[in-house]
């Protein structure tokens, strides 16, 4: 069975913080860049300076000390990103790798987990190459002009093609599906309850769902005390399946932020009420979800 993955909209939460974070100087030193200088540092991040005079930022998970977003750039105020770039999940798993020239993508990328392509002067060129966890590809296109251009095929577990797209400066001109495909789109997603389907149109359903949930969010989640005196701030990424009954299953944390973070925003998902599940060919389905939740203290 394959699940439609869906990134829903990110959740920022603002809190009031008074004290100061404390300094974790050496929690982090021996995982900067050689020669670097620590200017700045606290529970969950470090800035270094680099010999080259260039500035680094770090964010890590902090009960294992993995780097989960490392951000390069030219000025100590980050305003714009230069050099390597990278977003990894908690476990190690790189989510976006490359470089930036005044905040430009330029060169080769990994995109969403394992997309793989070039970028000139910010814009998708070549051939692009879709691979699944166990480094196999499951899908090529090609882009003109940062639009899909020529063939997209998609492959089966087997490696056969399932399925042959043809675009023409990103417009779908003709479309072929093997009879034993295993590609998969979900027709309805699933729904947040609370919200009236018979008087709203596709686009106001899909708003309504969306504001339900976030008020769910809003009245129930809470900023953990040790995250609020250390000052930890950044963005959890919580994935979790709709089942078929609509009921929220395999809640887990790709990235957490810090333990504390991550065990709340957990706790949060697994009080969420069933959904009104997917629905493909006229039937329910399984649906994957990422929710991003951004914690940010004021």
Request: net charge positive; charged share 25%; with cysteine.
């Amino acid at each position: 069975m394959n699940f439609k993955i869906i990134n829903v909209l990110c959740i920022t939460l603002l809190f009031a913080f008074g004290a100061e974070a404390q300094k974790f100087k050496k929690k982090y030193k021996d995982l900067l860049e050689p020669g670097s200088k620590l200017i700045d540092s606290g529970y969950n991040f470090t800035i270094e300076k680099t010999t080259s005079g260039d500035f680094i930022l770090k964010r890590y998970y902090p009960e294992n000390r993995q780097i989960t977003h490392f951000l390069s750039s030219n000025s100590k105020s980050f305003a714009a990103k230069n050099g390597l770039y990278y977003h990894c999940y908690d476990d190690g798993s790189i989510v976006e790798k490359g470089n930036y020239a005044n905040d430009i993508k330029i060169g080769q990328w990994i995109e969403n987990l394992g997309s793989i392509g070039t970028y000139e002067s910010g814009i998708k060129t070549g051939q692009w190459l879709i691979h699944n966890a166990d480094s196999v590809v499951v899908e090529r296109m090609n882009y003109l002009d940062g639009q899909l251009d020529g063939e997209q095929i998609s492959y089966d577990s087997l490696g056969q093609i399932s399925q042959i797209r043809i675009f023409e400066k990103g417009e779908l001109v003709a479309s072929e599906t093997s009879q034993d495909s295993t590609w998969k789109v979900v027709e309805k997603m699933p729904q947040f309850p609370g919200c009236v389907e018979k008087k709203l149109s596709k686009e106001e359903l899909r708003s309504c769902g969306n504001r339900k949930m976030l008020e769910h969010i809003y009245k129930n989640i809470r900023y953990p005390s040790l995250a609020r005196e250390y000052g930890v701030e950044g963005t959890a990424i919580i994935r979790f399946v709709v089942d078929k009954d609509g009921s929220v299953k395999k809640v887990e944390a790709l990235n957490g932020v810090s333990h504390d973070i991550k065990m709340e925003c957990i706790r949060l998902v697994n009080s969420m009420p069933n959904w009104k599940p997917g629905y493909q060919d006229g039937k329910p389905v399984k649906v994957y979800f990422n929710l991003p939740i951004k914690f940010r203290l004021q």
